[in-house]
């Protein structure tokens, strides 16, 4: 994929190759993922920012600030929209097999979905021990894995779907 730079319009930069991208609905910016980079563009395509990540991509989200949540195998990652880093957390000892993220603004908190347990960081301190909700299926019920997560941004129910089944959990958890 090729798209402009803001410092020199006619020269075209490469990205690894767009894997996830996501709008922000106030700024009209395209948040578009590449392998270990994302790329911060204006609504006509041309580069504002961009940001390399210490591994592989495998979420994005975003947040009412304008600020976008990377989720990593070893990191937690809030990047500003001048693709700075704002802070991070890493995940070992915490979380395992991460499956996706999703941001709950109203909330001030994050979600990591993982193969055994769904976790809610406080955004505002990453530092601070999530809340972790098991997703151990019960006796009789199938495996609970999760396969993708979504959140009602003004409700902040975290929607959990796996092979077998869809579960909601409110921001309690």
Do not use: C
């Not at 798209?3 to 020269?11: G, L, P």
């Not at 993220?101 to 109203?106: K, N, P, R, T």
């Amino acid at each position: 994929m090729l798209f402009r730079s803001k410092a020199q319009s006619n020269s075209k930069v490469p990205l690894e190759h767009g894997e996830k991208i996501i709008v922000d609905a106030f700024s009209g910016f395209l948040w578009l993922t590449g392998e270990k980079s994302i790329v911060i563009l204006d609504h006509n395509g041309v580069l504002q920012a961009s940001y390399r990540a210490p591994g592989k991509i495998e979420d994005i989200a975003l947040a009412l600030n304008q600020r976008a949540w990377l989720l990593t195998k070893k990191s937690l990652i809030e990047i500003d929209a001048g693709g700075s880093l704002v802070q991070s957390v890493k995940l070992k000892g915490i979380v395992k097999h991460s499956q996706g993220l999703a941001v709950d603004s109203l909330a001030n908190a994050v979600w990591i979905a993982a193969k055994k347990n769904l976790y809610r960081f406080n955004m505002a301190n990453l530092a601070e021990s999530p809340l972790t909700v098991s997703l151990t299926p019960a006796k009789g019920e199938h495996d609970a894995k999760a396969n993708a997560l979504a959140i009602d941004p003004v409700t902040g129910v975290v929607w959990l779907a796996g092979k077998h089944q869809l579960r909601a959990f409110n921001r309690a958890g």
